[in-house]
């Protein structure tokens, strides 16, 4: 059973950055990918950012184009998502997800199979 550890999150000023990590002790090959997404209360879960374990694909949500930016150890087995420019409209609860096998909608949510259990992310005005 995958249980994906997420840390980071917190509160941070306007203009502020911040990184979140999400760790896969247990990942087998069949890991293909890491996705980040956020849910503001009474919205829909958006989709952040995500890449491939081999580095081959990896993909933004317009929204955070040109702030955030993910990485990976893949001898951690953890990705980070490392948030620049905050703003106060990035207040919300940021998950982890990872997808078993190869899919070619890293966008969807309802690609992943396992998730992390959330972190709050808040930015002060």
């Known amino acids: 059973q995958v249980q994906l550890v997420e840390s980071g999150g917190g509160l941070v000023p306007a203009g502020g950055s911040m990184r979140l990590s999400c760790s896969d002790p247990k990942r087998t090959l069949s890991a293909y990918a890491i996705g980040w997404f956020r849910q503001r209360p009474g919205e829909a879960r958006e989709f952040v950012a995500a890449?491939?374990?081999?580095?081959?694909?990896?993909d933004y949500g317009d929204s955070v184009r040109g702030r955030f930016s993910i990485s990976r150890d893949n001898f951690q087995n953890t990705m980070y998502l490392e948030m620049n420019s905050l703003k106060p409209e990035d207040t919300a609860v940021y998950y982890c997800?990872?997808?078993?096998?190869?899919?070619?909608?890293?966008?969807?949510?309802?690609?992943?199979?396992?998730w992390g259990r959330g972190t709050q992310v808040t930015v002060s005005s």
């Open positions: 890449e491939t374990w081999s580095g081959g694909t990896t």
């Open positions: 997800a990872e997808r078993i096998g190869r899919t070619f909608s890293l966008g969807q949510p309802t690609e992943y199979n396992y």
